[in-house]
């Protein structure tokens, strides 16, 4: 057991830094089933197999000792040397294979619950929702809020709240579902959402917008437009830059997205009506990020939550405890 249980740590440390390096892309989610499964077969094997046998040892030990001291006392010997205790204990001692792998389970179980039905952690790794979210923010997603659905397969199971416009969601992207991206909901099933002239229409009505003056994007260098945005009754902040190209075009690396025909597209903007069981995506940072503009709808099952809160940002502080929406 002890050589098998090096080889699934070897093969764990290969893969981790295989997924480091970007030899091949990683599913957490399965990885960390895979542990909370492997380590729960060596927690019920400890428990049921391994501590019975070696308390069963240990008590075999004791009992033959007794046995040597009384067979000892009945010739008259009563002063017998010889202490078993370091070797009780030596052999009640959990072997590290064991240590390792049954003595991990409950805290592997505990991280798979949270992350898989309460909330997760995310990094964002480039400025597509900047001034809401910065490069290098560490934010938390609440699972459990747009429904409960199965690890690994991602199946809902109970439905929560409804996905709202404006909510900040993270999803498992169209184009590589290994992939999580972060966006704001610009519009759900049934919407006609129109990006034209770097403004945004839905079903018709111009979504309200007041300049908030100029926002400096640290990671760029430069200055950018800002403006508070308004969808539904959600108030937030983007980004606009006035000499930006402004002709978009589908360019999904894997063909036609899935209803493309819903959308138009011209020299001023493109034009989608959102089909059901989808949505459709836009980064706050609106001439600086690649979204349902570009490679589509996001289809229900590829929701993972609702991003609220930075619980982290080590460049900077001061981001630390920020909520959104």
């Not at 199965?150 to 709240?161: A, G, Q, T």
């Not at 059901?276 to 001439?287: E, S, T, V």
Request: with cysteine; hydrophobic share 45%.
């Amino acid at each position: 057991m002890s050589a098998l249980t090096g080889v699934l740590y070897a093969a764990l440390v290969a893969y981790l830094g295989g997924w480091y390096v970007g030899r091949w892309s990683g599913n957490f989610a399965l990885l960390l089933f895979i542990l909370t499964a492997v380590t729960m077969l060596y927690w019920l094997a400890e428990r049921f197999h391994f501590a019975p046998a070696r308390r069963a040892a240990a008590q075999n030990l004791v009992d033959n000792d007794a046995k040597r001291r009384e067979n000892l006392a009945a010739q008259g010997i009563s002063r017998v040397d010889g202490d078993i205790e370091p070797a009780r204990q030596q052999i009640l001692q959990q072997p590290w294979w064991l240590d390792w792998t049954a003595g991990l389970f409950p805290v592997i179980l505990v991280v798979f619950l949270l992350r898989s039905f309460l909330f997760e952690p995310f990094k964002i790794p480039s400025g597509s929702m900047v001034p809401t979210l910065l490069v290098g923010d560490l934010i938390l997603v609440n699972k459990f809020h747009y429904g409960i659905r199965l690890p690994v397969i991602n199946k809902k199971i109970v439905s929560n709240h409804d996905v709202q416009r404006g909510d900040v969601m993270v999803f498992r992207y169209p184009e590589d579902p290994s992939t999580d991206f972060i966006k704001r909901v610009a519009g759900i099933p049934g919407d006609e959402v129109s990006y034209v002239n770097q403004k945004l229409y839905i079903n018709g009505q111009l979504a309200p917008t007041q300049p908030q003056g100029n926002f400096y994007d640290e990671d760029a260098r430069v200055y950018r437009q800002r403006f508070l945005e308004k969808l539904g009754a959600k108030e937030h902040q983007i980004l606009v830059e006035p000499n930006a190209q402004r002709y978009f075009r589908a360019d999904r690396a894997d063909g036609p997205f899935p209803f493309s025909e819903n959308c138009r597209y011209s020299l001023e903007g493109v034009t989608c009506k959102v089909p059901a069981g989808h949505y459709f995506m836009l980064g706050d940072n609106r001439d600086n990020s690649r979204d349902s503009r570009f490679w589509g709808f996001v289809p229900d099952e590829n929701i993972v939550g609702k991003a609220f809160m930075v619980w982290m940002n080590f460049g900077n502080l001061k981001r630390i405890g920020t909520f959104f929406d």
